[in-house]
């Protein structure tokens, strides 16, 4: 499957986005993603390479201080990660179309908007209201210093396969009197397709916990 995904935040306390593409399959779990953002912080890029509940992570913002032990990647176990967070890992991810759609449904009011074609593929559109992200895994504990206004999502499906193909979604926030402006928008296609992964090897990554992430090397 190939997914690409952009978010945009619009106003303070500086604008930011995020342009994340990548490949994923799964049994086994594997994947290639791309992701450059800019931030207050400045532009930055990483490189994640995703083995099961291993991620490595190649980024130039530390691929200085990872050359002085001559490594090129950091190695996170995301098991080990997870158990740290309150819902864990797989609680902020939903792995499988048909549980992403499942939590989707769950958290608002669904309604038929009409066909769509999104690439060569038939799909349906629903348009999620009355939105609950409480209901939507991860989401409360990554804004839950913001005040957010949630527009509706929308969600178009495979007519064939069940498929999610495509979701938008907007929202205003607000923090400390400061307000921003948020639109996240994501394509998916190829799915069942073959993914070429080449993971790390060990002589070139570096331990996770030994630069502030929890997990393990192998």
Do not use: C
Request: glycine residues 10%; without cysteine.
């Amino acid at each position: 499957m190939t997914v690409s995904l952009k978010m945009n935040i619009a106003g303070a306390p500086a604008p930011v986005w995020v342009d994340l593409s990548g490949d994923f399959t799964s049994a086994p779990d594997k994947g290639n993603v791309k992701v450059s953002q800019m931030s207050p912080a400045g532009p930055d890029s990483v490189d994640e390479v995703v083995d099961g509940d291993d991620i490595y992570l190649s980024s130039p913002s530390f691929a200085k201080t990872l050359s002085t032990v001559g490594k090129k990647w950091i190695k996170v176990d995301l098991a080990g990660l997870g158990k740290a967070t309150e819902d864990g890992f797989a609680a902020v991810v939903p792995w499988t179309p048909t549980d992403a759609l499942r939590q989707i449904e769950g958290a608002g009011t669904v309604t038929e908007a009409g066909p769509a074609i999104i690439g060569d593929v038939m799909t349906t559109h629903y348009r999620i209201e009355d939105l609950d992200v409480a209901k939507l895994p991860g989401s409360p504990k990554v804004l839950k210093r913001w005040q957010v206004t949630y527009g509706p999502m929308d969600v178009w499906v495979g007519d064939a396969d069940g498929y999610i193909y495509r979701e938008t979604l907007s929202a205003d926030l607000s923090l400390e009197g400061q307000g921003a402006d948020m639109t996240v928008s994501s394509d998916f296609s190829k799915f069942g397709e073959p993914v070429s992964v080449t993971i790390p090897p060990a002589s070139q990554t570096l331990d996770g916990a030994m630069v502030g992430l929890r997990g393990h090397s192998a």
